[in-house]
């Protein structure tokens, strides 16, 4: 067991000198310089990257704001459902009417129904 842990000694002593003489070998080259370089460089590439992916999302986020869905047709199946729970018109809908009304429904068509109003345009998130 000492023979072995020796040898290890030995071995990350070895692995040592290495470093050292390839990091004086970097100075000595100038290497340390053109890595930094290089780095800062791609961070700057990176950097200009990223002004162009925020400003294509902003694009993207106003652009899906205007362009808000034309309105659809509620599915029958949902407009009995608010006939049965008392609505009649969805045109002008608030979302604690929607709420109170939509009590007697389990919470899969209570979810189901707000769905479906809110991808025909008459509902607010």
Known sequence: MLASLGESIERLNA?????ERTAAWMEETGAVGKITAAVE?????LLRKLEAAEQQIAELRAQAHRASPARQT?????????????LSTVDSIQAETLDAALT?????QR???????????????
């Not at 460089?41 to 590439?45: A, N, Y």
């Open 111 to 125: 979810i189901a129904v707000k769905a479906q109003l809110m991808r025909a345009g008459l509902l607010a998130r």
């Open 15 to 19: 692995a040592a000198a290495a470093l």
């Open 41 to 45: 460089g791609r961070e700057q590439e």
């Open 104 to 108: 007697g429904l389990s919470l899969e």
């Open 74 to 86: 509620v599915p029958a199946s949902t407009m009995q459902l608010l006939a049965k729970q008392g």
